[in-house]
């Protein structure tokens, strides 16, 4: 059984920042992509970040420059760098994986359990 468990939300100041993790655990050989999506009161979800099966990263307009990808898909746990964050960053985060099983033949899709940041002075 494979679960993804997110951490690293919380309350900070703008222009802080916050490091979130997105990590697998159980048998799984790699992550294959893993996305980062948020939701903020009042508005649509929407991809923050990502990185692809050949680990190309993109980013939304509205945080590049701010966000970092690194983490290793291998050991199963990624990371989304934030800095510089603002009072609109302010959403619940979720991660979203793709998921190589180890002995399997197939990947399978994961979503983490969310994690609150709230930018606020």
């Known amino acids: 059984q494979v679960r993804l468990v997110e951490s690293g939300g919380g309350l900070v100041q703008p222009g802080g920042s916050l490091r979130l993790s997105c990590a697998a655990s159980?048998?799984?050989?790699?992550?294959?992509?893993v996305h980062w999506y948020r939701q903020a009161p009042g508005k649509q979800r929407e991809l923050v970040a990502g990185?692809?099966?050949?680990?190309?990263?993109t980013f939304a307009d509205s945080v590049k420059g701010r966000f970092t990808i690194s983490g290793n898909k291998y050991e199963g746990t990624m990371y989304l760098q934030m800095t510089g964050l603002k009072p609109e960053d302010t959403a619940v985060y979720y991660c979203?994986?793709?998921?190589?099983?180890?002995?399997?033949?197939?990947?399978?899709?994961?979503w983490g359990q969310g994690t609150q940041v709230t930018v606020s002075s």
């Open positions: 990185i692809s099966s050949d680990d190309t990263t």
């Open positions: 979203n994986a793709d998921v190589w099983i180890a002995n399997g033949a197939n990947s399978e899709d994961y």
């Open positions: 159980g048998n799984i050989f790699r992550f294959n992509a």
